[in-house]
């Protein structure tokens, strides 16, 4: 181009958006996290961005730490001190981390977190179980197609997703009131461990477990702690074990206690989360458009005067732990690509019972609903077949949990269990 006087000037090299397999030229969108962090990333749109946090976010937990064991330099620890503590209670020993963090629920961490658990030396890890940072992830980041598995690769995560079903299930007959979140993390752990598995959530990206749980207001991934469960509480377990060199992804929301199911606000999050999961699936075979996953998504959830949580996507899953495509579970969403035979990957939809907005705990993990209402989420691992699709990690005749009607109303408005419904009609 040329200025006014005449004089020519250099053409600006024009800028990759950083969305995920996004092939636009970029805009002047920068991340604001990233400017912090003297890094530059532009994008074509604020939906490209919102699209792509899920995956683009990992660049900020893995640049916070230095390279000398992960520990801040003294002139960050000068800009950014530690975060205040409560004191540990005298007796139990056990404290809120973030006593000054402004919650927006009822769901507090209690502290502190139990060592990290081993892992034997005989079990395959993935890249990323040393050092918390999944190299092969980001270099396939930038790249837009998608794995199609051979039918040997095909076999290997029917196996794996075979696997995660058993521990998801093992852990969930353990729920009850009065144990811990940490309890269930061990017996997950455990579980992996007899399985020749590794559990893939531990030290990716530097969670510091082996299992994801999420109660209540927690969208998703809450870390296991030593806060002990309640009846009336509902809870996320979101379960993924490596095996064989693949990964193999689920979840599902629980009732805890006798309290729980006879709650209708929460029965309606929870099986509205569970509706939205089979609503999605049903779409799911080959040329089916990945955008189209999310419009049925949030119809249903309207439909029940539920919203869908935005910020969180599926996504692609093989040798991969998250991997393309992308797979929004909110309407007019621009997911690129087509299902094709071969691919595999997860349709995992969080839904509130409030807001869709998310706020997320001074962790760097937990994500919250931004007006503390409850949320609810299932997940399958799916593979695209010629004819359909496969459901990987699908439920067993004897899994725990499984639909749960309305609580029925009595005569006189109090709500009656399955075992009182007569009573209640005679009244």
């Known amino acids: ?34 400017l912090k962090l003297s890094k530059e990333s532009f994008f074509c749109s604020q939906d490209c961005f919102k699209r792509s946090w899920s995956v683009h976010k990992l660049l900020h937990k893995s640049n916070t730490s230095s390279t000398n064991g992960g520990t801040l330099s003294d002139s960050l620890r000068a800009l950014f001190p530690p975060k205040v503590v409560s004191e540990p209670d005298p007796t139990t020993g056990l404290y809120n981390p973030f006593p000054t963090f402004a919650f927006t629920g009822t769901t507090r961490p209690v502290y502190p977190l139990s060592p990290r658990r081993a892992v034997p030396k005989s079990i395959k890890l993935p890249d990323y179980a040393v050092d918390g940072i999944p190299i092969s992830e980001r270099k396939f980041i930038r790249r837009n197609d998608i794995t199609i598995l051979n039918k040997t690769e095909q076999e290997a995560m029917r196996k794996v997703c075979r696997l995660a079903r058993e521990v998801l299930d093992l852990a969930a007959a353990a729920i009850k009131p009065g144990i811990t979140t940490d309890y269930l993390d061990e017996l997950v752990h455990n579980a992996c461990i007899e399985r020749n598995s590794y559990p893939s ?5 530097h969670f510091p477990k082996s299992l994801c749980t999420s109660p209540n207001e927690v969208i998703c991934h809450g870390i296991p702690d030593q806060r002990i469960l309640l009846d009336g509480d509902i809870l996320n377990l979101d379960v993924t074990l490596y095996h064989g060199g693949f990964h193999g992804d689920i979840n599902e929301t629980y009732y805890v206690g006798e309290k729980a199911p006879l709650d209708a606000s929460s029965v309606r999050v929870v099986e509205t989360a569970r509706e939205c999961l089979d609503e999605g699936i049903k779409l799911v075979k080959p040329g089916m458009a990945f955008r189209d996953i999310g419009n049925a998504i949030e119809k249903h959830a309207k439909s029940k005067g539920c919203n869908v949580v935005k910020t969180y996507v599926g996504h692609g899953i093989n040798q991969l732990f998250h991997t393309t495509p992308n797979i929004p579970h909110y309407a007019k969403n621009k997911a690129v690509g087509t299902a094709k035979p071969g691919m595999c990957f997860t349709i995992e939809p969080m839904i509130s019972l409030g807001s869709y907005r998310d706020k997320t705990w001074p962790d760097d993990w937990t994500s919250a609903t931004e007006d503390g209402s409850r949320t609810a989420q299932f997940e ?16 067993l005749a004897g899994s725990p949990g499984g639909p749960v009607p309305m609580p029925l109303r009595a005569s006189n408005g109090a709500i009656a269990s399955n075992g009182d419904v007569a009573e209640a009609k005679k009244g």
């Open 380 to 395: 399958h691992t799916l593979m695209v077949t010629e004819n359909g699709v496969e459901v990987l990690t699908a439920r």
């Open 1 to 34: 181009m040329q200025g006014d006087n005449n004089v020519a000037m250099e053409e600006k090299p024009k800028r990759q958006c950083s969305g995920v397999d996004c092939p636009n030229e970029a805009g002047t969108l920068q991340c604001p996290n990233c």
């Open 201 to 205: 959530p531990l030290n990716y990206v």
